[in-house]
């Protein structure tokens, strides 16, 4: 089993920063990516970014500009640091994870349970 557990979220205001904190844990093997999505409630869930061994970071369009992924794989971590923080930014922002369970050939994908952040003044 594969657990991912996010940190960070809460009330912020416009124009603050915010760093969410995302850990990976259980029988993990090797951890190939991490990365970041939000929903607000009534839309799909959208990619914010998105962090791979090798250093190759991908961004969503929305929040492109704001937002910086970094992470320490080999310790199964991931952050999503938000800068200029708008009222529209207001989702439940959760982690994902592909990883190679132990004892297992293929990486599988999986999620955390989503923190909240609202932006608001």
């Known amino acids: 089993q594969v657990q991912l557990k996010e940190s960070g979220g809460g009330l912020a205001r416009p124009g603050e920063s915010l760093t969410l904190s995302c850990g990976a844990t259980?029988?993990?093997?090797?951890?190939?990516?991490m990365g970041w999505h939000r929903q607000v409630p009534g839309k799909e869930r959208e990619l914010v970014g998105t962090i791979f061994r090798g250093i190759i970071t991908s961004y969503g369009v929305s929040m492109k500009g704001r937002v910086t992924i970094s992470s320490d794989l080999d310790k199964n971590l991931v952050y999503l640091k938000i800068d200029s923080l708008e009222p529209a930014d207001t989702a439940v922002y959760y982690c994902?994870?592909?990883?190679?369970?132990?004892?297992?050939?293929?990486?599988?994908?999986?999620w955390g349970q989503g923190t909240q952040v609202t932006v608001s003044s």
């Open positions: 259980g029988s993990i093997k090797k951890v190939n990516a």
């Open positions: 994902d994870a592909t990883v190679i369970p132990t004892g297992e050939l293929y990486e599988n994908r999986y």
